[in-house]
Nanobody, 116 residues
Framework: QVQLEESGGGLVQAGGSLRLSCAASGSIFRINTMAWYRQAPGKQREFVASITLAGNTGYADSVKGRFFISRDNAKNTVYLQMNSLKPEDTAVYYC??????????WGQGTQVTVSS
């Protein structure tokens, strides 16, 4: 069983920054890609950013240049540095882990609220 524990969410004013963390534990064979998704009230869950084992990154257009994803493979942890936050970034943020066997696991989510 794999557990993902997210942290770092909270309330911040527009223009501020937050750093999310997601630590994986349990029976992990090999982590391949780690990613962040978010879901705003009344909307579908959407992709935010991803990072492969090799360190290749991808971002949604809406966050490019403001959000930065990184990972610490020794700690099985992925981070999301969020800068210049906007009210439209308000959502529950989820991390997702994909193993080399293509198994996927989701965290429980952490709330990010950006006030205007």
């Amino acid at each position: 069983q794999v557990q993902l524990e997210e942290s770092g969410g909270g309330l911040v004013q527009a223009g501020g920054s937050l750093r999310l963390s997601c630590a994986a534990s349990g029976s992990i064979f090999r982590i391949n890609t780690m990613a962040w998704y978010r879901q705003a009230p009344g909307k579908q869950r959407e992709f935010v950013a991803s990072i492969t084992l090799a360190g290749n990154t991808g971002y949604a257009d809406s966050v490019k240049g403001r959000f930065f994803i990184s990972r610490d493979n020794a700690k099985n942890t992925v981070y999301l540095q969020m800068n210049s936050l906007k009210p439209e970034d308000t959502a529950v943020y989820y991390c997702r882990l994909t193993t080399s066997l293509s198994l996927q696991y989701w965290g429980q989510g952490t709330q990010v609220t950006v006030s205007s």
